[in-house]
């Protein structure tokens, strides 16, 4: 597991543009839960789990790219809902890469019943694994797969 000083790096959990609208953005799709909601139950799970979990969020693709390049040194990997720059952001598929650590994309809809052009995700391209259209549930098995991801790499 990628360790500083003998301590396992948190897992990142990424946010990208809208996820902060959860629970008012279109409920019959993302659900009724927030984003803080999401948050909790992501750092009840990482506690069971025995991971430590650091949270961002942007509507900012620039940002998010950052987020990216500090978890090359200060992360053990990544869990990512590009939102919709998944489907558009090349920056950001670079940015999973420079990282170097393993990558789970999550979207809560299932992207593959919905409009044709969020059938395509550049984030794909650089994850070991996709979750998508089990809700907020989706973080929590992704968080349970990184533990397993960082534990092989150890
Ligand atoms: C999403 C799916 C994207 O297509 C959309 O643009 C989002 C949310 C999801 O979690 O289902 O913003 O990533």
Request: aromatic share 6%; with cysteine.
């Amino acid at each position: 597991m990628a360790k500083r000083s003998g301590k396992i790096r948190p897992v990142l959990i990424v946010n990208g543009p809208n996820l902060n609208m959860l629970g008012v953005r279109q409920p019959e799709i993302y659900g009724r839960e927030s984003l803080g909601d999401v948050i909790r139950a992501c750092r009840a799970e990482a506690t069971s789990l025995g991971l430590d979990v650091e949270f961002r969020h942007s509507n900012k693709e620039g940002e998010l790219v950052e987020f990216l390049h500090a978890a090359r040194q200060g992360n053990s990997g990544i869990i990512i809902n590009a939102g919709a720059y998944t489907h558009t952001s090349v920056a950001i598929f670079d940015a999973l890469q420079i990282a170097e650590k393993p990558v789970i994309e999550v979207h809560l809809s299932n992207i593959f019943r919905r409009e044709s052009f969020r059938h395509h995700s550049y984030v794909s391209l650089a994850a070991q694994g996709v979750i998508c259209g089990l809700g907020s549930q989706g973080y929590l098995l992704a968080l349970a797969a990184m533990k397993k991801l960082l534990n092989k790499g150890k």
